[in-house]
């Protein structure tokens, strides 16, 4: 090797140690900034023919474990779900108050319960009267609170999807920019690292919006997909569309049906126009978009479902009374059965009939509903918490339209003239014996001998007697939003006692029946409200569902709350991970300093060396 290679190769180690230097400048300078990998230059033997002359810069590579990166996305899609699930858990949590407290709802219900308590013992106490009257007030107003303060967090969801959504297209476009930048470098020469740095933050950006995987083509492209599969970027981007609704309510629900939708839904538009349902295709699993998806659209109803049955519950336990049936005193046509009297039932009125299948003696049960609109018929099973029963919409005023409704249980319906009912079992064919019939009646007149009284009345209408009605769909929903007192009981709190003009100012039957029917009578919960299991109802008191529906709500919280701190725990986990692999560590970066100043130090004295070598053998 002569003098001018030896020349040549020191200056090619002083330029790479000084691009190197540049590169651990801007490590260090970017030990803190979000997204930044941790850069080397890779360094290769320089050839002049089959020998080496120095060195040259090849490639600046990033410091990165896909493997890692791919995981961390996931968790923090996860993580971003769980955050804000668990925040919106917290707060109906604080809305129901801590389970016992002073201002907790369940404390609120006990407080009318007690308040009929001390009725009982001083029924002609005009102070327990009020008493009764104005803590039923209390349970109304904050129950209407409760159930607008859901659809408040229900309409925040619908504001946090459209936000999600806005910022899910922000970032499919950068990332489409950056891209079109990395193709163009990738066909000319090496693609920047620090462009990829770019790519991937706005990637990591839309994991926390909904869950992806990514996919990395050969030519420094990405593809980036939902979890499920969805495509979203391809070198061209997709745009996600979402047709907000300003309010939500009760009723307010989502259906993969367009004409039933009542809520917004996120839709997926390529560059060639087609649009799909993201929501009924299940294609979105996790992070923000999903968890404000889940809470608007099962969280939050089934939250307003729970004060709807409680609502449901207490008011026609309070007013319905029970209708016997009798026997028929002759066989009519060879068959007997039941007759019950329809004298004042009302729609949303329902009949339980039981019925065995000889000569095996299996039971049967079918709860008939009255409804009068036929176009909220056939009822599905759903409508009753039990598993057991047949559910059977009809007008049950009509023994003919009875008579075809029953058609395939083998009993037959008729009618011996007025308003009675008779069900019948099959004769002569002995295959079929009724075994009960009753019916669940609302009593109308505050004053008409009978203790069942209505308290509380629908606020829909003026007065308006609840009855559980099924005409023009279900009048449970939204329930709790409209509850109110009984207008007349406020303004005359004495009807609390006296249930017929010549009732005696003593009698405890009306309060006794109240108090009774909210803390003793067993009533069945309908497991939609996410309290019971289909084929494992809920069963106990309505006192009990109260207290029920606190519990429930934060032992959910805690729940939410954990999953939440475990998912911190995880991904902080990776993320450590992931910043020992690509994070700068100023130690190693201060240590590769010191060697490049000695390794700059070394090739600057072959230099000197050199022009002291030249020098000599100019003076030759």
Same mark, same amino acid.
């Given at each position: 090797?002569?003098?001018?290679?030896?020349?040549?190769?020191?200056?090619?180690?002083?330029?790479?140690?000084?691009?190197?230097?540049?590169?651990?400048?801007?490590?260090?300078?970017?030990?803190?900034?979000?997204?930044?990998?941790?850069?080397?230059?890779?360094?290769?033997? *320089?050839?002049?023919?089959?020998?080496?002359? +120095?060195?040259?810069?090849?490639?600046?590579?990033?410091?990165?474990?896909?493997?890692?990166?791919?995981?961390?996305?996931?968790?923090?899609? *996860?993580?971003?779900?769980?955050? !804000?699930?668990?925040?919106?858990?917290?707060?109906?949590?604080?809305?129901?108050?801590? &389970?016992? $407290?002073?201002?907790?709802?369940?404390?609120?219900?006990?407080?009318?319960? +007690?308040?009929?308590?001390?009725?009982?013992?001083?029924?002609?106490?005009?102070?327990?009267?009020?008493?009764? !009257?104005?803590?039923?007030?209390?349970?109304?107003?904050?129950?209407?609170?409760?159930?607008?303060?859901?659809? %408040?967090?229900?309409?925040?969801?619908?504001?946090?999807?459209?936000?999600?959504?806005?910022?899910?297209?922000?970032?499919?476009?950068?990332?489409?920019?950056?891209?079109?930048?990395?193709?163009?470098?990738?066909?000319?020469?090496?693609?920047? &690292?620090?462009?990829?740095?770019?790519?991937?933050?706005?990637?990591?950006?839309?994991?926390?919006?909904?869950?992806?995987?990514?996919?990395?083509?050969?030519?420094?492209?990405?593809?980036?997909?939902?979890? $499920?599969?969805?495509?979203?970027?391809?070198?061209?981007?997709?745009?996600?569309?979402?047709?907000?609704?300003?309010?939500?309510?009760?009723?307010?629900?989502?259906?993969?049906?367009?004409?039933?939708?009542?809520?917004?839904? !996120?839709?997926?538009?390529?560059?060639?126009?087609?649009?799909?349902?993201?929501?009924?295709?299940?294609?979105?699993?996790?992070?923000?978009?999903?968890?404000?998806?889940?809470?608007?659209?099962?969280?939050? %109803?089934?939250?307003?479902?729970?004060?709807?049955?409680?609502?449901?519950?207490?008011?026609?336990?309070?007013?319905?009374?029970?209708?016997?049936?009798?026997?028929?005193?002759?066989?009519?046509?060879?068959?007997?059965?039941?007759?019950?009297?329809?004298?004042?039932?009302?729609?949303?009125?329902?009949?339980?009939?039981?019925?065995?299948?000889?000569?095996?003696?299996?039971?049967?049960?079918?709860?008939?509903?009255?409804?009068?609109?036929?176009?909220?018929?056939?009822?599905?099973?759903?409508?009753?918490?039990?598993?057991?029963?047949?559910?059977?919409? !009809?007008?049950?005023?009509?023994?003919?339209?009875?008579?075809?409704?029953?058609?395939?249980?083998?009993?037959?319906?008729?009618?011996?003239?007025?308003?009675?009912?008779?069900?019948?079992?099959?004769?002569?064919?002995?295959?079929?014996?009724?075994?009960?019939?009753?019916?669940?009646?609302?009593?109308?007149?505050?004053?008409?001998? %009978?203790?069942?009284?209505?308290?509380?009345?629908?606020?829909?209408?003026?007065?308006?007697?609840?009855?559980?009605?099924?005409?023009?769909?279900?009048?449970?929903?939204?329930?709790?939003?409209?509850?109110?007192?009984?207008?007349?009981?406020?303004?005359?709190?004495?009807?609390?006692?006296?249930?017929?003009?010549?009732?005696? $100012?003593?009698?405890?039957?009306?309060?006794?029946?109240?108090?009774?029917?909210?803390?003793?009578?067993?009533?069945?919960?309908?497991?939609?409200?996410?309290?019971?299991?289909?084929?494992?109802?809920?069963?106990?008191?309505?006192?009990?569902?109260?207290?029920?529906?606190?519990?429930?709500?934060?032992?959910?919280?805690?729940?939410?709350?954990?999953?939440?701190?475990?998912?911190?725990?995880?991904?902080?986990?990776?993320?450590?991970?992931?910043?020992?692999?690509?994070?700068?560590?100023?130690?190693?970066?201060?240590?590769?300093?010191?060697?490049?100043?000695?390794?700059?130090?070394?090739?600057?004295?072959?230099?000197?060396?050199?022009?002291?070598?030249?020098?000599?053998?100019?003076?030759?």
């Amino acid at each position: 090797m002569g003098i001018s290679s030896a020349v040549n190769s020191s200056l090619s180690g002083l330029r790479y140690t000084q691009q190197s230097l540049d590169i651990i400048a801007n490590n260090i300078a970017n030990a803190d900034s979000a997204g930044y990998t941790r850069k080397t230059l890779v360094g290769v033997a *320089a050839l002049a023919g089959d020998r080496v002359s +120095g060195v040259r810069s090849d490639t600046v590579s990033r410091e990165l474990d896909t493997l890692i990166q791919r995981q961390t996305r996931t968790e923090i899609a *996860a993580t971003s779900h769980a955050e !804000v699930v668990d925040e919106m858990y917290s707060r109906l949590d604080i809305l129901l108050g801590q &389970p016992g $407290s002073e201002t907790a709802f369940d404390t609120l219900f006990n407080n009318l319960t +007690g308040a009929l308590q001390t009725l009982m013992t001083t029924p002609d106490s005009s102070a327990a009267q009020q008493q009764v !009257v104005r803590d039923a007030e209390v349970l109304t107003q904050v129950m209407q609170g409760l159930s607008a303060d859901i659809q %408040v967090m229900r309409t925040e969801a619908e504001q946090g999807i459209a936000d999600a959504v806005r910022d899910v297209n922000t970032a499919l476009h950068r990332i489409e920019q950056i891209n079109v930048t990395i193709l163009s470098q990738s066909a000319n020469s090496q693609v920047s &690292p620090d462009l990829l740095d770019e790519r991937d933050r706005y990637i990591d950006q839309l994991a926390e919006l909904i869950d992806i995987r990514t996919v990395e083509r050969d030519s420094g492209s990405v593809a980036i997909y939902t979890a $499920s599969g969805t495509l979203l970027f391809d070198h061209e981007r997709t745009f996600l569309e979402f047709d907000q609704y300003a309010t939500l309510s009760p009723t307010s629900q989502y259906s993969a049906d367009p004409a039933e939708r009542t809520v917004g839904t !996120v839709g997926l538009r390529n560059a060639a126009g087609y649009t799909v349902d993201l929501i009924a295709t299940d294609a979105i699993r996790s992070g923000k978009i999903a968890a404000y998806v889940e809470l608007r659209d099962e969280t939050l %109803v089934e939250m307003q479902e729970r004060l709807d049955e409680l609502a449901h519950q207490m008011m026609l336990a309070l007013s319905n009374r029970t209708e016997d049936s009798t026997a028929t005193p002759a066989p009519i046509g060879g068959a007997d059965g039941r007759i019950i009297d329809t004298a004042g039932i009302q729609p949303g009125n329902s009949m339980t009939l039981t019925y065995e299948e000889l000569p095996a003696g299996t039971q049967r049960t079918v709860t008939l509903f009255h409804v009068t609109d036929a176009s909220q018929l056939p009822l599905s099973n759903d409508l009753t918490p039990r598993n057991d029963d047949t559910v059977i919409g !009809v007008d049950l005023t009509d023994p003919v339209a009875v008579n075809a409704a029953l058609a395939g249980t083998g009993l037959t319906a008729g009618s011996s003239g007025g308003t009675l009912l008779h069900i019948l079992d099959d004769g002569a064919g002995a295959t079929r014996n009724v075994l009960s019939l009753s019916g669940s009646y609302s009593v109308t007149d505050l004053e008409g001998g %009978v203790p069942e009284l209505a308290l509380f009345t629908d606020g829909s209408g003026v007065g308006s007697l609840y009855t559980g009605s099924l005409d023009g769909g279900s009048s449970r929903v939204g329930l709790a939003a409209r509850i109110e007192v009984n207008s007349t009981v406020a303004a005359d709190p004495g009807l609390l006692q006296a249930y017929g003009p010549s009732v005696a $100012s003593a009698d405890v039957s009306r309060p006794e029946l109240l108090y009774e029917r909210l803390t003793n009578l067993t009533v069945t919960i309908n497991p939609s409200t996410g309290i019971g299991a289909n084929g494992r109802p809920y069963s106990a008191s309505i006192a009990a569902f109260a207290r029920e529906i606190v519990n429930q709500t934060a032992a959910e919280a805690q729940a939410a709350q954990r999953t939440h701190e475990g998912q911190n725990i995880v991904l902080t986990g990776l993320q450590k991970r992931q910043d020992e692999k690509t994070g700068v560590s100023m130690d190693r970066e201060l240590a590769l300093l010191t060697g490049l100043q000695n390794s700059y130090a070394a090739n600057a004295r072959v230099l000197t060396v050199a022009r002291e070598m030249i020098d000599t053998l100019m003076r030759m």
